[in-house]
């Protein structure tokens, strides 16, 4: 369950009158240039590449992308990417805010203060000042309760789309080898035994080593007919940023051949899995095991992350059970909340949630179709919300 006890969805409730939150502090909003922007949030607790000008630009080319860096005292205390997206007919604009704002200190005492002070900050100059629908999505969280969910419902923000299979999987990082195999469901840790018999060889491989990888992740794609609905495009501009954002790249080789390779996004307290290939005989040797069982021990060993977020499922069952079996007892699956949004004005909340409720009739459609299509894999988990979600 993602008990929201005592949850007012509906209630705005004012800065200052939120139990126990003490007083939101005003903090100074300063934009910052693209090149500019990732160099200055490198090195945050919850950056992800979502909020990287260099994956933003490449990934969502019709929305301008505005950075906006927060201090607080002189002192930077986190940031948001914004987007910046114009409805059909110039009739509006939405202010989206995917998987932020950012803190660059989640541990901090003033951490909950500050994440509701750069949401007062972001409602100040996009829904008064700018009259824009203000839309967020926050990132899954690893607590039983997603408290930046819970903290935008009441401030007043409301429930907008959720994905259809919003689940993430994320596994530990801070476990030794002997306890993290242990984690590991019964079937998915012979599954690993089985691969290290294999004479599979695991391979930490440097950024000139991409095209290794696009040669086995294009040969996949068109071999399984998965529908592809992953930031691909986007490879090239985060290979070429500096080595504390640059994703990571694995390979295992058998007999001198690459079977299965990944590319991870190793900044800050979440390693992300952005993405996998295999070929053909991968299957047979177990090497998907045995590629994830060393990344987690080489995330382990050279990062900071506490997390290792595996990603979802696009509704394929064999995916949730892979990873399933990798979370193990130590780590945890969590729902991706829905998107929450905040206008000041009635017309601007109206035509925001009428372009929203448009864009996810359309994809409703297409992934109709997309059933229809005989040469693509259909997805066989069935569609959920989790029930706290629903309020």
């Given at each position: 369950?993602?008990?929201?006890?005592?949850?007012?969805?509906?209630?705005?409730?004012?800065p200052?009158?939120?139990?126990?939150?003490?007083?939101?502090?005003?903090?100074?909003?300063?934009?910052?240039?693209?090149?500019?922007w990732?160099a200055?949030?490198a090195?945050?607790?919850?950056?992800?590449?979502?909020?990287?000008?260099?994956?933003?630009?490449?990934?969502?080319?019709?929305v301008?992308?505005?950075?906006?860096?927060?201090?607080h005292?002189?002192?930077?205390?986190?940031?948001?990417?914004?987007?910046v997206?114009?409805?059909?007919?110039?009739?509006?604009?939405?202010?989206?805010?995917k998987w932020g704002?950012?803190?660059?200190?989640?541990?901090?005492?003033?951490?909950?203060?500050l994440?509701a002070g750069?949401?007062?900050?972001l409602?100040?100059?996009?829904?008064?000042?700018?009259?824009?629908m203000?839309?967020?999505?926050?990132?899954?969280?690893?607590?039983?309760?997603?408290?930046?969910?819970?903290?935008?419902?009441?401030?007043?923000?409301?429930?907008?789309?959720?994905?259809?299979?919003?689940?993430?999987?994320?596994?530990d990082?801070?476990?030794?080898?002997a306890?993290?195999?242990?984690?590991?469901?019964?079937g998915?840790r012979r599954?690993?035994?089985?691969?290290?018999?294999?004479g599979l060889?695991?391979?930490?491989?440097g950024?000139?080593?991409?095209g290794?990888?696009?040669?086995?992740y294009e040969?996949?794609?068109?071999?399984?007919?998965?529908?592809?609905?992953?930031?691909?495009e986007?490879?090239?501009?985060?290979?070429a940023?500096?080595?504390?954002?640059?994703?990571?790249?694995f390979?295992?080789?058998?007999?001198?051949?690459?079977?299965?390779?990944?590319?991870?996004f190793?900044a800050?307290?979440r390693?992300?899995?952005?993405?996998?290939?295999?070929?053909?005989?991968?299957?047979?040797?177990?090497?998907?095991y045995f590629?994830?069982?060393?990344?987690?021990?080489?995330?382990?060993?050279?990062?900071?992350a506490?997390?290792?977020?595996?990603?979802?499922?696009d509704?394929?069952?064999g995916?949730?059970?892979?990873?399933k079996?990798?979370?193990?007892?130590a780590?945890?699956?969590?729902?991706?909340?829905?998107?929450?949004?905040?206008?000041?004005?009635?017309l601007?909340?109206?035509?925001?949630?009428?372009?929203?409720?448009?864009?996810d009739?359309?994809?409703?459609?297409?992934?109709?179709?997309?059933?229809?299509?005989?040469?693509?894999?259909?997805p066989d988990q069935?569609?959920?919300?989790?029930?706290?979600?629903?309020?």
């Amino acid at each position: 369950m993602y008990a929201f006890a005592g949850l007012a969805p509906e209630a705005a409730v004012r800065p200052d009158q939120r139990d126990g939150a003490g007083a939101v502090p005003k903090l100074r909003a300063r934009a910052l240039a693209g090149a500019e922007w990732d160099a200055a949030v490198a090195d945050f607790d919850t950056i992800c590449q979502e909020q990287l000008h260099a994956f933003a630009k490449g990934r969502w080319p019709g929305v301008s992308l505005e950075p906006r860096l927060f201090e607080h005292h002189g002192r930077v205390v986190g940031g948001a990417l914004m987007m910046v997206q114009k409805l059909p007919l110039g009739l509006a604009r939405i202010a989206i805010c995917k998987w932020g704002p950012m803190l660059a200190d989640m541990e901090g005492e003033d951490a909950a203060a500050l994440y509701a002070g750069m949401v007062e900050a972001l409602i100040a100059e996009y829904a008064d000042a700018r009259g824009m629908m203000l839309s967020i999505l926050p990132h899954a969280a690893p607590g039983a309760i997603n408290e930046d969910y819970l903290a935008l419902r009441r401030r007043g923000f409301r429930r907008g789309s959720m994905l259809a299979y919003p689940d993430r999987y994320l596994v530990d990082l801070r476990l030794g080898d002997a306890e993290q195999r242990r984690s590991f469901q019964q079937g998915w840790r012979r599954q690993l035994n089985k691969a290290e018999k294999a004479g599979l060889r695991f391979e930490h491989a440097g950024a000139e080593r991409l095209g290794d990888f696009q040669a086995l992740y294009e040969a996949m794609t068109d071999r399984k007919q998965f529908p592809d609905y992953s930031a691909y495009e986007t490879l090239d501009e985060l290979m070429a940023l500096a080595p504390a954002l640059r994703p990571e790249l694995f390979f295992v080789h058998h007999d001198g051949e690459p079977v299965a390779g990944a590319l991870i996004f190793k900044a800050g307290g979440r390693a992300v899995y952005l993405y996998g290939a295999t070929n053909d005989r991968a299957l047979g040797l177990r090497a998907g095991y045995f590629l994830h069982w060393h990344i987690i021990r080489w995330l382990r060993d050279h990062t900071r992350a506490r997390w290792y977020d595996l990603g979802g499922t696009d509704g394929f069952r064999g995916l949730h059970q892979f990873k399933k079996g990798m979370v193990g007892s130590a780590g945890v699956i969590r729902p991706v909340p829905p998107v929450v949004n905040y206008a000041s004005r009635p017309l601007a909340y109206l035509l925001g949630a009428g372009a929203f409720a448009a864009r996810d009739a359309l994809l409703r459609a297409k992934a109709r179709l997309d059933r229809f299509n005989p040469g693509k894999a259909r997805p066989d988990q069935k569609p959920h919300v989790p029930e706290d979600y629903l309020r």
